[in-house]
């Protein structure tokens, strides 16, 4: 059984089969994996039908294609539900996305610095040669016209190592107030600075931004390719979930440590490690949505902390944005793969494939992958002898 989920995991079976028998056994054999990779089979056989296709007489590169089609054809709708057309500018598109991302994660809530400390952070620690690329001649200059938080997002991305120390030295002096839980940001660069960031080169679509909690749309993709806007928008939503996974320790913590204390290693991205449990290293992605079920009955006495978590996945936001997106709910995790080749269904590796333009041998499918490995730890530790075990680290973490 170990065979197929290391197949789709990318992983060494004869590893992932020894932590799964070790699983097993400590939840009396109860057959979690079987289950699983039962759903993974037939979740991908009734979405190939749902794509028209006959599952029995289908190979991976006509599923892999048709795939193909929904999200191109769904991109387009969604384009459609956004006003985005041709002649809408890659600057433009990208900020109705950007307000479309923020309304759908409105309901969570991240740590972060307040605004005006942002801007104290900036006057105080000049970006140069962000501002230099931008032709700006100071951060006042800038701040009078656009937020602050989006010159430090894009610093973030264009300074050097002296100023990220710099930065991180101010972040260490702050004080309570200069902290606070709000949801998060999803920002876009202003249509001014697009023809001035032209030579600057960017690896990511999406980039983020834990400590002032936001999410900044890079012009990485032009949104004119097709998928782009599906691309992107699904991108961004992945990227606030990531931000109030981070956030989640911290939160816990708030109790016995002021989040001030906190904010550097929010900004270092320096996450608290989970201890293993027989073989099973926790993610905090993992917790994150454990608690966000049963929170109130794991750890009644923290409620009034962790009550509010929330967790919707982001192909369940974007089908409430645009109905025939649907298809994709619960696809996160599904796949099939062969000697030659693996074709995953996670959203976001269906569309970065086909703006990418990839072959179906030379596919991306780490989203499925993670996401997979989520299912699987989240499925046992939802196991009463897990669950005992994890809530046990996770009150002995927030003490």
């Avoid at 989040?259 to 991205?269: F, R, S, T, W």
């Avoid at 750890?299 to 649907?326: C, K, Q, Y």
């Amino acid at each position: 059984m170990s065979k197929i989920l290391g197949q789709l995991l990318g992983v060494d079976s004869r590893n992932l089969d020894k932590t799964i028998s070790r699983l097993e056994k400590m939840t009396g054999n109860s057959g979690i994996d079987a289950q699983l990779i039962a759903e993974i089979i037939t979740g991908t056989r009734q979405k190939s039908r749902s794509l028209g296709l006959d599952p029995a007489d289908t190979n991976n590169k006509e599923l892999y294609f048709a795939l193909h089609s929904k999200a191109s054809l769904d991109s387009g709708l969604l384009r459609e539900k956004l006003n985005i057309t041709d002649k809408t500018s890659s600057a433009k598109a990208a900020k109705i996305i950007s307000v479309a991302g923020e309304k759908l994660l409105k309901q969570n809530t991240v740590v972060c610095l307040q605004p005006a400390i942002v801007k104290r952070v900036l006057i105080a620690v000049p970006p140069k040669r962000t501002l230099r690329v931008l032709r700006f001649r100071s951060v006042e200059s800038v701040t009078k016209r656009e937020s602050p938080l989006i010159l430090y997002a894009l610093a973030k991305n264009l300074e050097d190592k002296s100023w990220h120390s710099q930065v991180q030295a101010r972040l260490k002096r702050l004080e309570s107030r200069d902290v606070k839980e709000k949801s998060v940001n999803v920002l876009s660069l202003p249509i001014s600075w697009f023809e001035k960031l032209s030579k600057c080169q960017f690896n990511t679509v999406v980039q983020i931004v834990p400590e002032i909690g936001s999410v900044l749309i890079l012009p990485s993709t032009p949104l004119r390719v097709k998928g782009a806007v599906l691309l992107t928008l699904s991108l961004v939503l992945q990227a606030g979930q990531t931000l109030m996974v981070r956030s989640l320790p911290y939160k816990s913590r708030s109790l016995f440590t002021g989040l001030e204390k906190q904010l550097p290693d929010i900004a270092l991205g320096v996450q608290l490690e989970l201890k293993p449990i027989h073989g099973l290293k926790p993610s905090w992605h993992t917790v994150y949505q454990l608690l966000s079920d049963q929170s109130s009955h794991l750890l009644p006495e923290f409620d009034f902390i962790l009550g509010d978590l929330n967790w919707v996945s982001s192909e369940t936001r974007l089908a409430s944005l645009v109905p025939e997106l649907d298809f994709w709910v619960g696809t996160n995790f599904l796949g099939t793969v062969n000697d030659k080749s693996l074709v995953s269904l996670h959203l976001i590796d269906v569309t970065a494939n086909l703006v990418m333009g990839r072959h179906f041998t030379d596919s991306i499918s780490r989203h499925l992958q993670f996401s997979l490995w989520n299912e699987i730890q989240l499925r046992y530790l939802k196991q009463e002898a897990l669950e005992k075990q994890i809530i046990s680290q996770l009150t002995q973490e927030i003490v």
